[in-house]
């Protein structure tokens, strides 16, 4: 009886843990972390010098992005995009002639990638 309390204990102990284990490392579970190369970053900077953004919010949290005016001089409605989980953004600088007649803001997550702030 006492070798069957044994293993249950040992089995119980692992269960807590892993499950111990497991809630503290979530959050980086859940949200990867994309990595953009400095070489790509300087790459962008060297392209969009002018759209890139650095902004502080009113909590402190600092936001890396950038603004892409629509062509022509005409006002035109703004499409603000925040990258998602793991998402580089930065894909999308390339693709602006997906979205003729919109302005674009495109911000990245904080804590989804990690920039050169």
Known sequence: ?????SILTII???TILLS???YFM???M???GAKLSSQTLAELRS???DSELRLTSADGTKLHGWYLQAKGNQ??????????NAEDITHMLFEQHHFQGYSLLLIIVPQ??????
């Open 12 to 14: 119980l102990a692992v």
């Open 20 to 22: 111990a284990q497991l």
């Open 1 to 5: 009886m006492s070798f069957i309390t």
């Open 75 to 84: 006002p035109a409605p703004l499409l603000i995009y925040f990258g998602g």
């Open 26 to 28: 979530q959050d980086g």
């Open 30 to 32: 859940i949200f990867l």
């Open 47 to 49: 392209r969009f010098a």
């Open 112 to 117: 989804t990638v990690k920039t050169i702030i």
